[in-house]
């Protein structure tokens, strides 16, 4: 499977960003999608997953701000990111691993996307 993110940008704090990430190269089925962060001088952590048939996982640092969703006929995962704070800054990154049940550690993954930068201004 082939990642590729967009959807970055540079916002102010209390602002809103929405990535999405497209799949390709092979089937989206029974893949678990989920989107890491990495910030400056932080290893790489899980902020979102979402598997096949729609159960979700979010970090606590993000749960009542990010929804992650995905449209399986597009092969694209999603995540729409409010209420953005200077401690969201970071390098995205979507990931992919063929799993019915969700997994949130980096090393889970085979299938990275390229990574996009946020960056909230406070």
């Known amino acids: 499977v082939q990642l590729q993110a967009f959807g970055g940008g540079l916002v102010q704090a209390g602002g809103f960003l929405r990535l999405s990430c497209a799949a390709s190269?092979?089937?989206?089925?029974?893949?678990?999608m989920s989107w890491f962060r990495q910030g400056p001088g932080k290893g790489r952590e899980i902020v979102a997953a979402?598997?096949?048939?729609?159960?979700?996982y979010y970090t606590d640092s993000v749960k009542g701000r990010f929804t992650i969703s995905r449209d399986n006929a597009k092969n694209t995962v999603y995540l729409q990111m409010n209420s953005l704070k200077p401690e969201d800054t970071a390098v995205y990154y979507c990931?992919?691993?063929?799993?019915?049940?969700?997994?949130?550690?980096?090393?889970?993954?085979?299938?990275w996307g390229q990574g996009t930068q946020v960056t909230v201004s406070s």
């Open positions: 979402i598997s096949w048939s729609g159960y979700t």
């Open positions: 190269g092979r089937t989206f089925s029974n893949y678990v």
């Open positions: 990931a992919a691993t063929r799993t019915l049940t969700i997994v949130t550690a980096v090393n889970r993954y085979d299938n």
